[in-house]
């Protein structure tokens, strides 16, 4: 098997040997952190709104819980299967670790494509599906959140499943309204997340980031917030994408329209051949003309049939694991520099556990303190991961590895594990 045909698990997996080895992890530590501890795997049957039964399949995956609660999202998506799930689960434990924050990886999915899918129909398979895994669930146990095509109101729907059977438990899930427990500032964490980190890059680099220009693909939750928080830095947004297609404009968008056009139903490409814009695909963004690529979609879109083709000189992973190992290699090769998933998109995962905290104390706290928190922990966070790089000569992706790797394999001694 090639390395542009591995599995997305075996294509985490061959990130955390390459780690691993730069840390001579010991032998006996690898089988316990490159397996999952518990895969759950469950019927989600729903009645349509036509009157037709459905029986849609869903995944719980807790990779491994060593330093803290497993915490991880939940997607809906066509392709959640059990080894794409596994490969997610496996990153937040290292993305935790990384964060320093005291929570393991996990993740969720059910195999559904929820667009056309009626409000009705997606709230009655968050229901079911709530209830299917809930016994894994717990607020010191296992903590959902949102992902890919969920939302705030899909996890209030998970938290009224789940409270209606164990009592009202607004900590078991977080990304929830900010009526029902929500942090100010949480909906926003991963994707302001991401410019936090590119603003520490652009410092250390000596880049300046006001000249620079951005593409984005993806513009949902993540990608938008990164789009809007870019847009207050006066940074041009050249070029983004969403599951119809891509719009490229040389001045830069105008990221105001962009959301307003989103928001009200439509998608990007609708402003295509108005004040200049370009229609593109999303395979064409990856490969546009940019000076920062921010892939905010699904995973394995840069590969090794892509990578030598792109012109940004800095890639952030935004999405989980957009990027294969293959064309990892080549985007390494021609000096571009990554900064790897694990690491740029982290504040969704800093965000959750803020708002964890606040739910189990039972306060608030205000959006200007959470976005300062979030800001010193990515800010922190890629410091450190840039450091080791550097120290040991390695691309960002490895030292990020590295360094959640040895901090987990730490705990698992620590608590007799091996």
């Known amino acids: 098997m090639t390395p542009a045909e591995l599995s997305p698990a075996e294509a985490v997996n061959e990130f955390f040997d390459e780690a691993a080895e730069l840390i001579r992890l010991k032998d006996e530590f690898y089988e316990v952190l490159k397996t999952s501890y518990r895969e759950i795997s469950v019927q989600v049957p729903i009645r349509m709104d036509d009157g037709s039964e459905r029986v849609f399949r869903g995944y719980r995956v807790q990779h491994n819980g060593a330093r803290g609660p497993y915490k991880g999202g939940v997607r809906y998506h066509s392709q959640a299967d059990l080894n794409e799930v596994r490969a997610l689960a496996s990153l937040m434990t290292w993305k935790c670790a990384l964060m320093d ?189 940019c000076d920062v690529l921010i892939p905010a979609a699904l995973g394995e879109v840069l590969h090794n049939e892509n990578a030598g083709d792109v012109q940004a000189s800095i890639v952030v992973e935004a999405a989980n694991h957009p990027t294969t190992p293959e064309g990892d290699k080549i985007l390494n090769e021609r000096g571009i520099q990554v900064i790897p998933d694990v690491l740029a998109n982290g504040g969704g995962v800093t965000g959750s556990y803020f708002e964890w905290a606040m739910n189990i104390q039972q306060f608030r706290w205000k959006e200007d303190r959470f976005n300062e928190e979030l800001r010193d922990v990515m800010s922190r966070s890629f410091d450190q991961t840039a450091a080791f790089a550097e120290g040991r000569g390695v691309p960002m992706r490895r030292a990020a590895f590295a360094i959640g790797i040895e901090r987990v394999a730490r705990a698992a001694r620590l608590r007799g594990y091996v």
């Open 101 to 289: 924050i005291p929570f393991g990886g996990a993740k969720g999915g059910v195999m559904v494509d929820p667009l056309g899918m009626s409000p009705r129909e997606v709230e009655a398979i968050t229901r079911r599906y709530t209830l299917a895994i809930s016994y894994l669930l717990g607020v010191q146990r296992d903590i959902p959140a949102p992902d890919v095509n969920t939302n705030a109101q899909t996890m209030a729907w998970m938290m009224d499943a789940y409270s209606g059977r164990y009592g009202y438990t607004p900590a078991i899930v977080t990304g929830k309204p900010v009526d029902l427990g929500g942090a100010p500032g949480r909906e926003q964490a991963t994707g302001r997340g991401v410019v936090y980190v590119l603003e520490s890059a652009a410092k250390r680099s000596g880049m300046d980031l006001g000249s620079a220009t951005v593409a984005i693909q993806g513009f949902g939750n993540v990608g938008s917030w990164a789009a809007r928080d870019l847009a207050d830095l006066d940074v041009k947004v050249v070029a983004v994408s969403d599951v119809n297609g891509g719009i490229y404009r040389d001045a830069g968008l105008d990221v105001r329209v962009l959301v307003e056009t989103v928001q009200g139903g439509r998608s990007v490409v609708d402003l295509a051949g108005t004040d200049g814009i370009d229609a593109i695909s999303n395979e064409e963004l990856l490969t546009c003309r």
